[in-house]
């Protein structure tokens, strides 16, 4: 009697042991995969060249409107800010037939990424002047990459998105290697 219980606790033991095993393994993937994240998301923020890619647009006053199926991108480069980004709200100067989006290209007048350390990320503050219109960009990111933005006009009202940090794909490299698999 004695050894059936011995034999039965052993069979337990190496039946439960793999599960045990297996999700140590998968709580240290993930926080490998974390790690590498972060230290992906700094070097981002040390050489200034990433893009925001929104997931979500929330104007002013308004509903959450889903950004998934839309191309939408801001690229933040040391010399320039590159925006093409849909908008959704009120807008008080713009030409009739003009284009609805926050479309704009140029050298930022001021572009400040701060370490924040009781949150573990970074705010960064653009601004970017262009004739018609001044641009200040607010942009929160977590050490993750999950980022929260918002785009402040002359001639528009305030709008927040939600999204990702990245960094910029090279779309020549990406050409090129699709028409040598083809």
Same mark, same amino acid.
Not at 21 to 37: D, G, L, W
Not at 71 to 88: A, C, E, Q, T
């Given at each position: 009697?004695?050894?059936? +219980?011995?034999? /039965?606790?052993? %069979?337990?033991? !190496? ?7 297996q999700e140590?393994?998968?709580?240290? @993937? ?12 700094? $070097? ?12 979500? /647009? ?6 959450? =409107? *889903?950004?998934?199926?839309? $191309?939408?991108?801001? @690229? !933040? ?13 009120? /807008?008080?100067?713009? &030409?009739y037939g ?6 704009? /290209? ?13 949150? +573990?990320?970074?705010? =960064?503050?653009?601004? %970017?002047?262009?004739?018609? *219109? ?8 977590? $050490? ?8 402040? $006009? ?7 998105? !939600?999204?990702?940090?990245? @960094?910029?794909?090279?779309? &020549?490299?990406?050409? @090129?290697?699709?028409? +040598?698999?083809?």
């Amino acid at each position: 009697m004695e050894t059936k +219980k011995i034999l /039965a606790t052993i %069979v337990i033991l !190496f039946l439960l042991f793999p599960a045990f095993t297996q999700e140590f393994s998968r709580k240290a @993937k993930r926080e490998k995969e974390r790690m590498v994240k972060q230290l992906e998301i700094d $070097s981002l923020m040390n050489i200034k060249e990433f893009e925001f890619v929104a997931t979500s /647009a929330n104007p002013q006053g308004g509903s959450s =409107i *889903d950004l998934t199926t839309n $191309s939408n991108s801001v @690229k !933040f480069l040391p010399d320039s800010i590159n925006s093409y980004m849909p908008f959704f709200g009120r /807008a008080y100067s713009i &030409d009739y037939g003009g284009d609805g989006g926050l479309k704009f /290209a140029g050298k930022p007048a001021e572009f400040k990424i701060i370490p924040r350390q009781e949150k +573990k990320g970074f705010e =960064i503050d653009a601004t %970017v002047n262009l004739p018609r *219109d001044q641009y200040k960009l607010n942009l929160f990111v977590g $050490s993750e990459g999950i980022a929260t933005m918002t785009i402040t $006009s002359n001639q528009r009202s305030p709008i927040t998105y !939600f999204g990702n940090i990245r @960094k910029i794909e090279d779309r &020549d490299k990406k050409t @090129k290697e699709r028409r +040598k698999q083809n």
